[in-house]
């Protein structure tokens, strides 16, 4: 079995624009598996928030050796993006040795087309509502946010721009208890439906004390299902990432974990391509909410990307993935 580690970069259409910082590019990591003649490759994305870079990722993924299986995996790395490509390039790789879908090996039907969240970059209120006009045609829409009061004229001008979008709400680790306390009551009026992540991960016991009239969403507290006992009374949703879990495997584990536990599930993505979110598309059959639109982010994309229409998100190809 031969393992390679290449960085690719994607231009995205546009600048985008987080609490955090702005790009102009995604960077991403592919992971090729080679057995037998056959190849299967997956996709991740350092996150700088976690740790991770280019460098250390690309170290994590060629310190493997050996015949390498997806159980065996999991106790060779743990959760994060090395894990996650090369996780996601043995899914790949059975699927194709075997000549059946990841579903199929998945013991899961088949997967349908999923409504998509597309993600607002923070900015002006008065350039929000340029974006939202520009996608009011999409059924939801993620607005980032910044961590202040002008954070609802955000939202307000998002609202004026697409009047009959769903909106979600992105803090990013952005606020505190008393902003939330401030600012849930008057999105709730906006019509918006959750907030993901308002508390910093380390701050987020705040939670257990606030009446939550905005449902809250576990992001950057959620990783895989080991982190679902330290949810408990402060989040109503949790958001799964393979970026997070390490890749497929946990995050089906996570998903079903979730739901009993009695959270609802969202399945996001970080920024990027069309081979990062092949995977997650299965993971998001029938979320509560899916946000798994880095490809309509970039001015450039796989081959054979996914397939967005009015209907959302469609399953990969098999040229493309899985």
């Not at 598996?33 to 996709?43: D, L």
């Not at 059924?139 to 009959?164: F, M, N, Q, S, Y």
């Not at 799964?240 to 497929?248: A, E, F, H, V």
């Not at 584990?253 to 995977?279: D, I």
Request: hydrophobic residues 45%; charged residues 25%.
């Amino acid at each position: 079995m031969q393992i390679t580690v290449t960085p690719d970069v994607f231009k995205l259409a546009q600048v985008f624009t987080i609490a955090r910082g702005s790009r102009t590019e995604a960077k991403v990591l592919t992971v090729r598996v080679t057995q037998n003649g056959v190849t299967g490759w997956g996709e991740c994305v350092p996150y700088a928030r976690y740790g991770e870079t280019l460098e250390s990722v690309t170290d994590q993924v060629k310190s493997l050796s050996g015949t390498l299986d997806r159980e065996g995996l999991l106790d060779m790395l743990p959760a994060g993006a090395a894990r996650n490509a090369v996780d996601c390039a043995l899914w790949d790789l059975e699927a194709k040795t075997a000549g059946k879908r990841v579903w199929e090996l998945a013991g899961l039907p088949a997967p349908k087309p999923e409504i998509t969240a597309y993600t607002l970059s923070l900015a002006t209120p008065a350039e929000m509502e340029k974006q939202a006009a520009e996608n009011a045609f999409r059924p939801l829409l993620k607005t980032k946010l910044g961590g202040g009061e002008e954070d609802v004229a955000r939202i307000e001008a998002v609202r004026r721009g697409a009047k009959d979008a769903r909106i979600i709400v992105d803090a990013n680790e952005g606020w505190t208890p008393d902003l939330y306390k401030t600012l849930a009551p008057v999105l709730v009026r906006l019509g918006v439906e959750m907030v993901e992540q308002p508390l910093p991960a380390g701050e987020d016991d705040a939670l257990l004390e606030l009446q939550r009239v905005l449902p809250v969403c576990a992001d950057e507290s959620c990783h895989d299902s080991a982190s679902l006992s330290h949810l408990a009374g402060k989040y109503d949703m949790a958001n799964i990432k393979l970026d997070k879990t390490g890749g497929l495997t946990e995050a089906l584990r996570l998903r079903e974990a979730s739901l009993a536990a009695g959270y609802k599930v969202m399945v996001g993505c970080m920024v990027g391509s069309s081979l990062a979110m092949a995977p997650a598309t299965i993971v998001a059959q029938g979320a509560a909410v899916t946000d798994l639109d880095g490809p309509l982010l970039l001015a450039q994309d796989r081959d054979e990307p996914l397939k967005f229409d009015e209907a959302g998100v469609y399953p990969p190809s098999a040229a493309l993935w899985g």
